[in-house]
């Protein structure tokens, strides 16, 4: 084998404190983050999940993305032969130490994918002071 | 690549329907366990359902644009390949978490049925991808009207 076949991730659960009142299953989202100069881009893996149902806040240093799943109502009436998959919401929470501009956040959703791209304060250039000879 | 049979087709499948929800509940729990406990699978992950007139199978592929899958029936078997490549980013950048897999992928899975191999369509959003495939007639359910003499 010259190359390694992509594996399937098992989707984690949340474990909560509360029960959630919905039935639905809540799990976290694979994501990756990453950083450059500008912005922070975290990409978050939200299959079924439409643009309409993704909810994303930012207050205070935490970052709490939400994909909730249209009802699944394709399932309804048929016989499972295999199940591999569950479907549920997603959620999953951040804390962000970097001071992000949150007029600038931008999301796309495309592809079960989520790319949310937070923009960075720029820290104020330091001035240089000159000194007049008196 | 991995090949999944079905079980046999249950003998008493009308007579005993509960009996046989539990028996397939039964399997789908050791299997889920079993799958854990391996810690990986083939990806994309499936679920398959059927009714009278077709059997219907979806992946989540989330992150794999259209281009990058195929999808091809043979005889009663179903291959499902492709390839996850990653979005593109800035080069200068650098990573605190990378807990998305890329990479190609291939799949092939036995159908329960014959198909009717004209009538397959598949669409792909969200990044579900939904094959449908319609059942052959000869294996289609019949319904026999029965006369009033």
Same mark, same amino acid.
């Given at each position: ?18 029960? #959630? ?25 939200? #299959? ?74 720029? #820290? ?11 | ?47 398959? $359902? ?44 650098? $990573? ?54």
């Amino acid at each position: 084998m010259t190359e390694k076949e992509l594996q399937t991730q098992q989707k984690r659960e949340v474990q909560q404190n509360a029960e #959630p009142t919905k039935p639905m299953k809540q799990f976290i989202p694979t994501v990756d983050i990453y950083e450059d100069e500008n912005s922070v881009t975290l990409l978050a893996e939200m #299959p079924g999940v439409s643009k309409n149902g993704v909810e994303i806040k930012l207050d205070d240093g935490n970052l709490f993305i939400e994909g909730v799943m249209q009802s699944d109502q394709e399932m309804a009436g048929k016989t499972v032969l295999l199940q591999e998959y569950e479907v549920g919401n997603f959620i999953r929470k951040f804390s962000v130490s970097e001071t992000i501009d949150q007029d600038k956040i931008e999301a796309v959703m495309a592809n079960g994918i989520l790319k949310l791209v937070l923009p960075k304060i720029k #820290p104020a250039e330091p001035k240089k002071i000159e000194i007049k000879a008196g | 690549m991995s090949i999944i049979r079905f079980m046999d087709p249950p003998f008493f499948r009308q007579s005993w329907p509960d009996l046989e929800r539990l028996r397939q509940d039964m399997d789908r729990m050791i299997k889920r366990t079993t799958a854990d406990q391996s810690g990986s699978q083939v990806f994309p992950p499936l679920n398959i $359902y059927e009714d009278s007139d077709a059997v219907f199978v979806t992946a989540e592929v989330a992150g794999v644009v259209q281009e990058n899958i195929d999808i091809s029936v043979e005889g009663e078997t179903l291959t499902i390949s492709g390839e996850r490549q990653s979005l593109p980013r800035e080069e200068k950048s650098s $990573y605190h978490r990378r807990e998305i897999k890329t990479g190609k992928f291939s799949r092939a899975v036995a159908l329960p049925t014959k198909i009717n191999l004209e009538g397959v369509s598949a669409t792909l959003q969200d990044g579900i991808l939904a094959i449908s495939l319609p059942k052959a007639e000869e294996v289609k359910p019949k319904k026999i009207a029965v006369n009033v003499k």
